[in-house]
């Protein structure tokens, strides 16, 4: 608990306070910030992380590290295994570095779909096997889908005397992507509510 205390006490002083006021800026902007360049560059980082990309948040993140006062870089390293974590589809890594971090960890259902894409989407330092192993998942993983989506279609015909193959598919596969395309929406407004959040506290 006191090092929790620690950690925040640490990001509410020097530039990493600047973290909360810069969040609502764009990717471009960040990149052009001059004054308050190490929480810019923190920002990034996570963003980076949030989109899976191992390589520019580790970047991004050491580039911070690099410009941050001696006394910041416990809270601003934290971060960075907190954000890698995420990126690197590493769950248990990243409950525990958001706890330490004195925030809110991801939910149950969160970090079980952490862990189910680390499985069907591994990063590039899993290895070529768990990478292939992935893509095999994927493809079974869809035609599961397409499958009971097309069901879906076929039940719902039945009173109307029923659907074509050829059109149960192209039915059946458009629901899926409508389906995807709404959880992918809701996701992303989640997402935009969360950071908000965290720009208001």
């Known amino acids: 608990m006191a ?10 002083v020097g530039a990493l306070a600047a973290i909360p006021q810069l969040e609502q800026r764009t990717d471009e902007q960040l990149q052009s910030e001059s004054k308050h360049r190490v929480a810019a560059k923190a920002i990034l980082g996570a963003r980076a992380a949030e989109r899976y990309d191992v ?26 295994k907190a954000s890698l974590a995420l990126a690197e589809r590493r769950p248990d890594d990243l409950k525990e570095a958001m706890e330490k971090l004195g925030q809110e960890a991801p939910s149950s259902r969160q970090l079980f779909l952490l862990r189910i894409m680390g499985i069907v989407a591994p990063p590039a330092s899993a290895g070529i096997v768990a990478r292939i192993r992935g893509i095999v998942l994927l493809v079974v993983a869809v035609v599961v889908l397409l499958a009971l989506a097309y069901g ?11 659907i074509g193959t050829g059109s149960g598919v192209f039915f059946g596969f458009l629901l899926l992507a409508i389906v995807i395309g709404v959880l ?18």
């Open 152 to 162: 879906i279609v076929e039940l719902v015909a039945l009173p109307f005397g029923g």
């Open 55 to 80: 390589k520019a948040s580790r970047a991004y993140f050491n580039e911070a590290l690099a410009g941050c006062h001696p006394q910041e870089r416990p809270a601003l390293r934290q971060m960075m």
């Open 3 to 12: 090092k929790q205390k620690q950690v925040r006490m640490q990001m509410q």
């Open 184 to 201: 992918v929406f809701l996701g992303r407004r989640r997402q935009a509510r969360a950071r908000a959040a965290r720009g208001l506290g």
